[in-house]
């Protein structure tokens, strides 16, 4: 590769290094000198600005569709299941899917569905309230993650630890031990696809108003999901749902015991959940970067991208650039998007599930949990990929009992 | 029908192209392009269109 002048000038990150942190003074100070970063695998850019414009372009792909390859996974169920994906598909292959699936993730469906979020919430806090603390993760973020899904797919509530246990398995795919960890990463994939296989059987005799009965019967100009799509696909959301929304409630905690005269102003004014949701997504995203891949050579800005480059746009980075956003951590602020969802064709799928499932927990949480506190050793995934916290120990004074 | 996207929220993620190609589209520059009134016949790729656009940007009317 034909390295530039001023490219080989950039600052450099060890991205594999366990003790690197996307959020590190060294990362500031990077983003301070440059729009980018050179790392052991492929660019990483650092600036809102080219963040937002490389997450829409049309020279990039999604870049994780090698991962399994790259640890020497290559075939089996889980490769197969892997190339499945909506995430790692690309043009017609992803158009397609996208629009058969889009329509069971309506906005007015899941509105019916916010009085049954609420009510999960409050019992969720009735457990712990009266003691004064929690482990916020294995008390609010799991149970309630895992429970929006069964929810969602009409699995009865109290499945909820067998779908947090398989999707936490199958998260070890995603961390570099996946070629040993492979046999029981199947065996959870198998577990998910028995699930999916009797939801999918029972709305087809039975069909209901629900968000699973639109996924079976999704039909475009004569076109519908095969049953191996719909089972691949189920298993999918399964996964990504649980785990990302686990996290990113953690993340929001950390962040709002950071900030104290947030959550007072959160637990006054509810109808600033949304904006809560938005913000702490902005600063503590779980989805700490995003990979994309360049389809062909082109230039941006001053460098020479060759086709095949990896580049990893860092969605906190860009959330917290001062060049765009002023002030601190203010759930009033009105502000720029965020990319805590990704964006462009592959903007995530779920984000209203998400958006909603949060936007509840929150005000809830901060009307009822008065100045949390972390008491405790909290325990967190690394800072890079997929982060939050795995224990998350706070003490609170009591707010309203229900 | 008549369709309006509000641009000063759009943000050009393409949602609506995919849900109503033959309604929306993202040109080359990376910006939206629409129809403003398309056929009744895409009534309902449009409603899903303005369904699925993550910032809720698009507004669907009947016509006349
Ligand atoms: S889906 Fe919404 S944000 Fe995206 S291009 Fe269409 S109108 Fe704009």
Redesign the pocket.
Known sequence: MTVSASRSAAPYFDISDPAFSVQSEQVRAARDASWYAETNYGLAILRYEEVNRLMKDRRLRQGSAAWPAHNGVTEGPFADWFASWILNKEGDDHKRLRRLLNPAFSPKLLASLVPRFQELANELIDAFHDTGHCDFVAQFGEPYAARVIAIMLGIPEEEWPRIAGLSTTIGLSLGVTIKDDLPEIETALAGLYEYGDELIESRRREPRDDFMTRLVQAERDDDKLSHQELRDTLALLVFGGYDTTRNQLGLAMQAFVRNPDQWRLLAERPELGKAAVEEVMRVNPTVTWVTREALEDFTFQDIDIEAGTTIHLFSESAGTDPRVMAGGFDITAERPPHFGFGGGAHHCLGHFVARSDMSEALPLLARRLLEPRIDGDATWLPLSGNTGPTRLPLSFQQGTKR | MKVS?DRS?????????IAAPEV?D?ADDGE?VYEPEPSDEFEADVED?AD???????LVGSAG
């Open positions: 996207v929220v759009c943000q050009n993620h393409g949602q609506c192209a929306f993202i939206l269109a699925v656009c993550p910032v809720q940007a698009i």
